[in-house]
């Protein structure tokens, strides 16, 4: 008698607890890579900092490659865009629909009169409901 009290109670509990819907990812990954290639182009990596995962891979042609917080990255691409200054950059190849989006294209700059091609590489990854820059290389 007493087991079936605590399994009807149990029960009662489990049904008046309202279970967590599920919320939808806040932004594409397509939305995501127009606003990185925004950024890029303009050097206003403000616009798509907001999307660095707590240990963002970063491997640049003019540094140490690793893992770095959001506030590093921020910074160190801060960095590099002001000395290899763009001139043009766009996307080549989207993928977006996947489990791991990613995105690449040609970044020509201009670093101390200068001009030069690099090539940049995104990828993203799902945490939780948001997608994140998990790499981005240049080189």
Known sequence: MKIRFI????????????????????ESPGRIFNRIEEGISFREIEKFSRFFGAQTYLSLTNGNPGYYSPNQVFYILQDYFRIFKPVNFRFITMSDNTDTPYASGYYKYESKGIRGTARIYISLKLTGNNWIISQITIN
């Open 7 to 26: 399994f009807l109670v149990i029960i009662c509990f489990l049904q008046s607890v309202p279970l967590k819907a599920q919320q939808p990812v806040t």
